[in-house]
């Protein structure tokens, strides 16, 4: 039977999200559960975020998509076109024929995928810099198979009128894909459900916890605790190692004594 490919981003806590895909095959019912998150970085604290990151191909800008868009133009810098057009694509990229992609396209991107899973050439290969606010769809994927009152419902329904006139390429003899029974629905009607499991939005804001005030709190705290030190004692300490160079080194602050009083007496 016939199936296509339906690909929903996975999204991980590594180095770019990489997209998983699932087998559709007819007569089956699948639901698609979808959950928003946000993530937001504290630009000013940390330095690794770039806030001037905008949309892409893609969509909104993540490290998932910034992998894509690198897939992208190695297949079009070398082949010409890509294996699939991007949503936003606006003319920029064409879809490969059969026969280009597998004389160019899939041995580019068979040596595209090496390139950028290698660890040691993966950061200049794609650099893909971390954005300051993501938003990340995580996906749950159910399936059962389609019953006979759902596909008996849509037989006698309008839909049945739409889906078994070959007018609309939905019917072809051909290849014996017709709709006049529920049977045939079963066999050839795949149904695929997408929601939201929750209009609530987790966001994730990530913050500097421990900074260089805190480094210095916990010497200090460490020195009062085992050496009785303070800031005052501290200092003590330096003014009297600086007294000490210079009293032994540069004789600073040693009586002078007088040459008119037989180098006796102090002045």
Same mark, same amino acid.
């Given at each position: 039977k016939p199936g296509i490919r339906r690909g929903i981003p996975r999204q991980r806590n590594i180095r770019s999200n990489h997209v998983f895909? +699932?087998?559709?095959s007819p007569g089956t019912y699948y639901k698609a559960d979808l959950r928003r998150k946000k993530e937001v970085r504290n630009?000013? @604290? *940390? @330095? %690794?975020?770039?806030?001037t990151l905008g /949309?892409? #191909?893609y969509g909104a800008y993540n490290e998932g998509s910034c992998a894509l868009e690198c897939k992208d133009k190695a297949l079009h810098d070398k082949c010409g076109c890509v294996n699939v057009v991007p949503p936003m694509n606006k003319g920029k990229y064409r879809?490969?024929?059969?026969?280009?992609? =597998?004389?160019?396209?899939? %041995?580019?991107y068979k040596e595209?995928? %090496?390139?950028? #899973? /290698? =660890? /040691?050439?993966? !950061?200049? +290969?794609?650099?893909? %810099?971390?954005?300051?606010?993501? *938003?990340? &769809?995580e996906a749950q994927i159910s399936s059962s198979s389609v019953s006979p009152a759902f596909a008996k419902g849509l037989f006698q329904g309008p839909v049945q009128n739409i889906i078994s006139n070959p007018e609309f390429g939905y019917s072809n003899k051909q290849h014996n894909i017709l709709y006049n029974s529920t049977e045939d629905i079963l066999a050839n009607v795949m149904v695929l459900e997408v929601l939201f !499991?929750?209009?609530? !939005?987790?966001?994730i804001r990530e913050i500097i !916890? &421990? /900074?260089v005030s805190n480094l210095l709190g916990d010497i200090g705290g460490v020195l009062g605790l085992f050496l009785g030190a303070s800031l005052f004692t501290i200092l003590e300490f330096f003014q009297f190692v600086a007294f000490s160079i210079g009293k032994y080194? +540069?004789? =600073?602050?040693?009586? @002078?004594?007088?040459?008119l009083n037989g180098d006796k007496g102090a002045i």
């Amino acid at each position: 039977k016939p199936g296509i490919r339906r690909g929903i981003p996975r999204q991980r806590n590594i180095r770019s999200n990489h997209v998983f895909r +699932f087998l559709m095959s007819p007569g089956t019912y699948y639901k698609a559960d979808l959950r928003r998150k946000k993530e937001v970085r504290n630009q000013a @604290k *940390i @330095k %690794s975020c770039d806030p001037t990151l905008g /949309d892409n #191909t893609y969509g909104a800008y993540n490290e998932g998509s910034c992998a894509l868009e690198c897939k992208d133009k190695a297949l079009h810098d070398k082949c010409g076109c890509v294996n699939v057009v991007p949503p936003m694509n606006k003319g920029k990229y064409r879809s490969c024929t059969l026969e280009e992609w =597998v004389k160019c396209g899939l %041995s580019t991107y068979k040596e595209w995928h %090496s390139n950028y #899973t /290698d =660890v /040691d050439k993966s !950061t200049n +290969f794609c650099p893909c %810099s971390t954005a300051c606010e993501e *938003i990340r &769809y995580e996906a749950q994927i159910s399936s059962s198979s389609v019953s006979p009152a759902f596909a008996k419902g849509l037989f006698q329904g309008p839909v049945q009128n739409i889906i078994s006139n070959p007018e609309f390429g939905y019917s072809n003899k051909q290849h014996n894909i017709l709709y006049n029974s529920t049977e045939d629905i079963l066999a050839n009607v795949m149904v695929l459900e997408v929601l939201f !499991t929750s209009m609530r !939005t987790s966001e994730i804001r990530e913050i500097i !916890t &421990y /900074d260089v005030s805190n480094l210095l709190g916990d010497i200090g705290g460490v020195l009062g605790l085992f050496l009785g030190a303070s800031l005052f004692t501290i200092l003590e300490f330096f003014q009297f190692v600086a007294f000490s160079i210079g009293k032994y080194c +540069f004789n =600073v602050g040693n009586p @002078k004594h007088s040459p008119l009083n037989g180098d006796k007496g102090a002045i």
